[in-house]
């Protein structure tokens, strides 16, 4: 049996969920997300929680087990809380302002990169810097910000770039004069 796969799915108050055949939908203050369930998995509803059943012990069972729960807590945090990346511009020079639906960055190419803004996705900006991404839909907001970071990689010699905010840069030793 999946360790993450029998753990109960707690919903809080202002949240609720309902199935619909194959159709598990969530909406909370934030908003509502929807997932589709795959066959081999059953969603329990109970009083204030979810529970993932398998009815049998097959390979493609198993697999969906913990997954699908997975899935399930992340709609129900992401509707009640939300999620939240946070990303870092390191390089003289380099900056980002968001107007209307577009990010647009200065990371030291001949031109501004320019990144369009998916729906259901919040971007803030804080001392031209700092990159904020957030949404309910933890998947998206991890999407996201990795594209946003995959348009200028901090690079191992200065760090110039775009980086996860707390990520640990490995640096490397740059050319050496001889003597």
């Known amino acids: ?19 619909d055949h194959a159709v598990i939908k969530v909406e909370g203050p934030k ?26 012990d097959g390979r493609k069972e198993r697999s969906y087990h913990g997954l699908i729960r997975t899935l399930v807590a992340n709609m129900v945090k992401g509707v009640s809380n939300g999620f939240e990346k946070n990303l870092e511009i390191s390089g003289v020079g380099y900056r980002a302002e968001v107007a209307s639906n577009t990010l647009k960055l200065v990371v030291g190419f001949s031109a501004p990169v320019e990144y369009a803004i998916p729906e259901g996705i919040q971007i803030k900006v804080d001392k031209q810097v700092n990159i904020s991404v957030s949404g309910i839909d933890k998947q998206l907001v991890g999407r996201v910000a990795a594209e946003i970071r995959g348009l ?28």
């Open 1 to 19: 049996m999946s360790r993450i796969g029998k753990m109960p799915v707690a919903i809080p108050a202002g949240v609720k969920v309902s199935q």
């Open 31 to 56: 908003g509502k997300l929807s997932m589709e369930i795959p066959k081999g998995v059953d969603v329990v509803l109970g009083d204030r929680v979810v529970e993932v059943k398998r009815p049998s």
């Open 152 to 179: 200028k990689k901090p690079e191992p010699y200065k760090g110039k770039g775009i980086k996860y905010a707390g990520e640990q840069i490995r640096r490397k030793v740059g050319k050496s004069v001889g003597a």
